[in-house]
């Protein structure tokens, strides 16, 4: 419990260090981008969907399977999109 | 040995969502950056998987959100991605709520207090998020029922209340050893909180609401961390909250007001009364016409774009593209002063410009093109209001007093394009469009570029 603490607090410094360093022309790629990581509750959900243990933990991490699938999914991909048009062209 | 492995690969992956982050700290490396984090989330999928097995429907699950996820992703108009990211913000919440959800209800999940807290925490922060996520998209989606702030009798009363009752419940759940009803009833409530903390903020107010429901997903994720007691969920979702945290600041900043008079406050419009009255600021107006705005620019030498949400409403970005590009042709310089709020979230003016292909090197942020704003000859406003109204810095009982402006009234020649003297979201006129150095062009945004255009090749 406290080493995870310690681990919550130090990345949250890492996050900070690191988002101060990104330049406002791609705050809103960032936050899609970071949107996208949050969806990492995927993993949670794989396991709850895998339990074998509870038929109904199972079903509702299916349901988490597929929400958090669909922010990882679409979240990175748009944030594709929008960084695609801020190369620069010729 | 096996899961000491496992954990240690988990751990290159939160290196991995590290580095993606630190690469998006410019143009060039970001799509690497992307491309980087999508690889340290597909490394965790991966092995989680071998940890879990593949089962037939853990794969239907995938592709179902995946199919749903590619659509939404690719089918969505640039000038709407906020509400697409409150979405997905939306569905991540909701997903940690289902993920604690189902880890309480497994036999084998240990309820100590530190887990039970835990998944508490990810529950209420996850039902706030998915809620209030929602009402974020109703508002910037501009559905009927959200058009006006939703004022809710003694809300700020109701909602304590409902904080009150969740402190109490999560207080009652990491000490009971039952969890299950607990959990339901802060799922429930913190449903209702969801709703009721975002339905009464105005629309200006938006891309401060979604930097922080950002910041409660990633924090829904770590405390699903916990939970679960997964480091590479505490870590990536730390980075995610820190994130929405400090642009929430930034944002908080641009509109000089603390987090705590957005969230609880709403935008005092009575405030507008006391300024004076717009018939009496508007008494000098200039009005100008395309052929003028184009013999101005003619003559000048260094010219600079200040453009609003309006512009994007009037899809005006590839016209206005285009009159920087035949103005450049002339030996004229162009560039964009961008407000940090100008778009409905933080830099959602770069990804419109970006998508009209106007290097981002010739956008410039407030801060930065401010200070040389008196050798500026022509400032073009399009569709932007309360950004560049000097009442902010001029009026300290201005609702926008101490607000920072882009100080366009510095420039030789201003021209405002715009439909009317109508107020922008504070509401209050903007002497500007009455200074000397004004022109106002009334029309709409697109029209008015396309017509300069064409007034401008013609003389030529």
């Known amino acids: 419990m406290v080493a995870s603490l310690t681990i919550f607090i130090l990345a949250i410094f890492i996050g900070f260090e690191l988002i101060t360093k990104v330049p406002p022309t791609l705050h809103t790629p960032l936050m899609s981008g970071s949107n996208a990581i949050s969806g990492i509750s995927i993993v949670g959900a794989l396991i709850a969907a895998s339990a074998g243990d509870s038929w109904l933990a199972a079903f509702i991490g299916l349901i988490a399977v597929i929400l958090a699938t669909i922010n990882v999914v679409g979240g990175y991909l748009v944030t594709h999109r929008m960084l695609e048009m801020f190369k620069p062209k010729r | 040995m096996y899961d000491a492995l496992i954990n240690l690969a988990y751990v290159v992956s939160a290196i991995l969502f590290i580095f993606g982050l630190k690469f998006m700290s410019h143009p060039r ?11 340290a989330m597909l490394l965790a999928v991966l092995l989680t998987l071998l940890v879990t097995g593949i089962g037939a429907y853990i794969i239907a699950g995938l592709v179902i959100g995946s199919i749903i996820g590619v659509v939404l992703a690719v089918k969505i108009q640039m000038t709407e991605m906020p509400q697409l990211v409150a979405l997905f913000n939306g569905f991540g919440g909701a997903a940690t709520v289902f993920v604690a959800g189902a880890e309480l209800l ?75 009803l607990p959990y339901l ?21 938006m891309p401060v609401v979604i930097a922080l429901l950002n910041s409660y997903s990633g924090l829904a994720a770590a405390a699903t961390g916990f939970v679960i007691e997964n480091n590479v969920l505490i870590i990536s979702g730390s980075l995610v909250g820190a994130s929405g945290i400090v642009l929430t600041q930034i944002m ?85 002063a961008i407000h940090p709020v100008a778009g409905r979230m933080p830099g959602h003016m770069n990804v419109l410009l970006a998508e009209a292909d106007i290097p981002y090197d010739k956008l410039r942020e407030m801060d930065d ?31 926008i007093a101490g607000m920072p402006i882009i100080h366009v009234d510095k420039a030789r020649t201003v021209i405002v394009i715009k439909r009317s003297l109508s107020p922008g979201f504070a509401g209050i006129p903007n002497p500007l469009f009455a200074a000397d150095n004004a022109l106002m062009l009334f029309a709409d945004g697109k029209k008015a570029i396309l017509d300069i255009v064409t007034a401008i090749k013609e003389n030529a």
Request: aromatic share 4%; charged share 10%; net charge negative.
């Open chain 2, 29 to 39: 490396t970001a799509v690497k950056g992307n491309l980087v984090s999508a690889g």
């Open chain 2, 106 to 180: 497994r036999p084998n999940t240990a309820t100590t207090p530190d887990v039970l807290l835990a998944a508490a925490l990810s529950g209420m922060i996850g039902a706030v998020t998915f809620w209030g996520s929602l009402v974020a998209y109703g508002k910037l989606q501009e559905l009927p029922m959200f058009k006006k702030p939703i004022e809710i009798p003694s809300g700020h009363l109701i909602n304590a209340i409902m904080v009150m009752v969740l402190l109490l419940l999560i207080i009652f759940m990491t000490g009971a050893g039952y969890s299950v």
């Open chain 2, 185 to 205: 009833l802060i799922v429930i409530i913190a449903s209702v909180l969801g709703v009721t903390l975002v339905a009464p903020i105005g629309g200006a107010d």
């Open chain 2, 252 to 336: 908080c900043k641009a509109m000089n007001r603390s987090l705590l008079n957005v969230v609880f406050g709403g935008l005092q419009s009575a405030a507008a009364s006391t300024g004076p009255a717009a018939d009496e600021v508007y008494a000098n107006v200039r009005s100008t016409s395309a052929d003028d705005v184009a013999m101005i620019l003619d003559a000048a030498q260094r010219v600079v774009i200040v453009p609003g949400y309006g512009l994007a409403v009037a899809q005006a970005q590839h016209a206005v593209r285009d009159l920087a590009t035949l103005l450049e042709e002339q030996g004229i310089e162009v560039e964009y």
């Open chain 2, 369 to 399: 093109i401010n200070p040389t704003m008196s050798q500026v000859d022509v400032a073009i406003v399009l569709g932007a209001n309360d950004v560049v109204n000097p009442v902010a810095s001029t009026d300290p009982h201005s609702p």
